[in-house]
């Protein structure tokens, strides 16, 4: 059973940028699967936000690609991910998974319990 | 970007009846869609891939059915831990979730 855990505040300030890792146990995370964040706000539907591979390969939502960071640190298990210019409307449960993929990036099998990250001042 | 639209929003069922959430997709996805069930203050949990391929763990009760753009989730008879929020997901073409269907008690 693979365990994923998401970390890092949960308040952020407009404008600055938003920070959180997961952390993954019982598997590692180099062992050939993609590692991604998705995000859901208060009572709405899921937002995939993008994706990394071990050896730090990205594919990002196009609609936050700007904005977006994910990176990966494969000695400590983990994965990260930076949104930057954040706004109230990044207020969201942020949940990091792992993922399947084959020709493209499929499905999620594994998540995490999420975060709420609150975005105000 | 495709756009997945579920319907209806909110289901009534009763414990032992049978369930069936839609989820129409914009354009092909061919059998790229996955469902996923949702518990308040869980994760989703992933219930079928490849629009009819149960995964690990998940019991017979639940199907999947549909291609292209017509997809069907069918819980056969409801049990009181199948009150959730289900989201279907295509991933031929980036990944796009649709809105989400709550089943409730009736």
């Known amino acids: 059973q693979v365990q994923l855990q998401e970390s890092g505040p949960g308040l952020v300030q407009p404008s600055e940028t938003l920070s959180l890792t997961c952390t993954v146990s019982?598997?590692?995370?180099?062992?050939?699967?993609?590692w991604a964040w998705i995000r859901q706000p208060p009572g709405q539907g899921l937002e995939w936000i993008g994706s990394?591979?071990?050896?730090?390969?990205?594919y990002y939502n196009p609609s936050l690609k700007s904005r977006v960071t994910i990176s990966v640190d494969t000695s400590k298990d983990q994965f990260s991910l930076k949104l930057s210019s954040v706004t109230v409307a990044d207020t969201a449960v942020y949940f990091c998974?792992?993922?399947?993929?084959?020709?493209?990036?499929?499905?999620?099998?594994?998540w995490g319990q999420g975060t709420l990250v609150t975005v105000s001042s | 970007e495709i756009v997945m639209t579920q319907s209806p929003a909110t289901l009534s069922v009763s414990p032992g009846e049978r369930a069936s959430v839609a989820c129409r997709a914009s354009?092909?996805?061919?059998?790229?869609l996955a469902w996923y069930q949702q518990k308040p203050g869980q994760a989703p949990r992933l219930l079928i891939y490849?629009?009819?391929t149960r995964a690990t763990g998940i019991p017979a009760r639940f199907s999947g059915s549909g291609s292209g753009t017509e997809f069907t989730l069918t819980i056969s008879s409801l049990q009181s831990e199948d009150f959730a929020v289900y989201f279907c997901?295509?991933?031929?073409?980036?990944?796009?979730f649709g809105g989400g269907t709550k089943v409730e008690i009736k």
């Open positions: 998974a792992r993922q399947i993929f084959g020709t493209t990036l499929f499905y999620f099998d594994y």
């Open positions: 019982t598997s590692s995370i180099s062992s050939g699967y993609y």
């Open positions: 990394v591979f071990h050896n730090g390969g990205t």
């Open positions: 354009q092909s996805v061919g059998s790229n």
């Open positions: 490849g629009a009819s």
């Open positions: 997901q295509q991933y031929i073409s980036w990944l796009t």
